[in-house]
């Protein structure tokens, strides 16, 4: 089986001389498909820089990034523009929603500037919205949503041109926990009924123990791997892990979504 994604040797380096600070130093590893794989780490450790190194909004230094066989460092123009649109959904701690826009108009935004038919956008959006719980929510302007309701559109707008993959930065960043638990089993249940592969930055233990692996990093390299024994171990089983690893890097998370 190819992996989906395949990092290779990445590295992103700010500065220069002794000021400089290595971001991303060397890092390499895989998600295959149906993977639900995590990033963990301090602030500072490169989590963010790696996924906007994938998303291509960051541009590294040296090292490969490919995506279903193709490095994504060659693409230009419309291809860029459909890796950037088809092949990743992107969802963002602080949900990014057009304020202008309902959440129907939100989540069918990509579609309409990839050129998907109306009908097949509209039964995907039926779909999605039934799904995450947010069909009597698509009416409303984003001003009129809570937390959970935002990140929820935020994700069926991640979800609806069916990526290959799906990048979460921080998403329970802004959400209290019994929407961060929602929104986690969510994701969960996607990852398994549907076999979307995910691959979710955090620096939440909690958010984090819905994965199925997890890698540590600090200062720039992988620092641990942790993979949870399905489905022998159970979720409070592998938070603990968790836990213990993140003492060792200085973090942790104070309760369990």
Do not use: W
């Not at 500072?44 to 090292?63: F, M």
């Amino acid at each position: 089986m190819e992996p989906v994604l395949k990092i290779e040797s990445l590295k992103k380096y700010y500065g220069r001389s002794k000021n400089q600070t290595k971001a991303l130093d060397g890092i390499s590893f895989q998600v295959m498909p149906g993977e639900f794989l995590g990033i963990m780490g301090s602030s500072g450790s490169g989590k963010s820089t790696l996924l906007n190194c994938i998303a291509t909004v960051t541009r590294p230094d040296s090292g490969s990034i490919t995506m279903n066989g193709r490095q994504i460092q060659t693409l230009k123009g419309a291809e860029l523009a459909d890796y950037r649109g088809k092949e990743i959904g992107y969802l963002f701690q602080n949900f990014e929603l057009l304020d202008n826009l309902t959440g129907r108009e939100n989540i069918l935004l990509p579609p309409s500037l990839h050129g998907v038919p109306e009908r097949e956008s509209r039964k995907r959006l039926e779909h999605l919205a039934s799904y995450l719980g947010v069909t009597d929510v698509l009416p409303k302007f984003p001003a009129q949503m809570s937390g959970g309701q935002k990140q929820r559109i935020a994700a069926a707008r991640a979800l609806i041109l069916n990526p290959g993959l799906i990048l979460a930065d921080e998403p329970t960043g802004a959400l209290d926990s019994g929407n961060a638990k929602a929104l986690m089993e969510k994701l969960s249940c996607l990852n398994q009924k549907e076999n979307a592969a995910i691959l979710i930055v955090t620096h939440d233990s909690g958010a984090a123990s819905y994965c199925r692996r997890i890698l540590f990093i600090q200062d720039g390299v992988i620092f641990h791997e942790l993979r949870r024994c399905i489905p022998e171990e159970s979720r409070q089983e592998f938070y603990s892990r968790i836990l213990n690893v993140m003492a060792q890097l200085g973090g942790g998370s104070a309760n369990v979504l």
